[in-house]
């Protein structure tokens, strides 16, 4: 059974950092593309970051480039996502999620398997 578990939110002041990450188990991973969405209330799900898991390369979307920095750890079976100087709208529920295929894909509706969510609140 696929498992994608986050961790590492909480709650920050606007300007700090924070890494949240996710374990990945239950299957090989190895051809999967791993991915970040968030959602603020009365907001879409929308893209941050995603990671092909076999070549490393990564995409972003532009609201997060400079800020948000998408990494994974092969062997730990676990993804990370830097995110430096938080703002208040960087407020949302972080969701890790993976999908099938080598090719970074952003539509939430591509991704297979979700995480339940990690709260991130940033205070100004």
């Known amino acids: 059974q696929v498992q994608l578990v986050e961790s590492g939110g909480g709650l920050v002041q606007a300007g700090n950092s924070l890494r949240l990450s996710c374990a990945a188990s239950?299957?090989?991973?190895?051809?999967?593309?791993m991915g970040w969405f968030r959602q603020a209330p009365g907001k879409e799900r929308e893209f941050v970051a995603a990671?092909?898991?076999?070549?490393?390369?990564?995409r972003s979307a532009d609201s997060v480039k400079g800020r948000f920095t998408i990494s994974r750890d092969n062997g730990k079976n676990t993804e990370y996502l830097q995110i430096n100087s938080l703002k208040p709208e960087d407020t949302a529920v972080y969701y890790c999620?993976?999908?099938?295929?080598?090719?970074?894909?952003?539509?939430?509706?591509?991704?297979?398997?979700w995480g339940q969510g990690t709260q991130v609140t940033v205070s100004s």
């Open positions: 999620a993976a999908h099938r295929g080598v090719v970074i894909l952003s539509n939430w509706g591509d991704y297979d398997y």
């Open positions: 239950g299957r090989s991973f190895s051809s999967y593309a």
């Open positions: 990671v092909s898991w076999s070549t490393g390369s990564t």
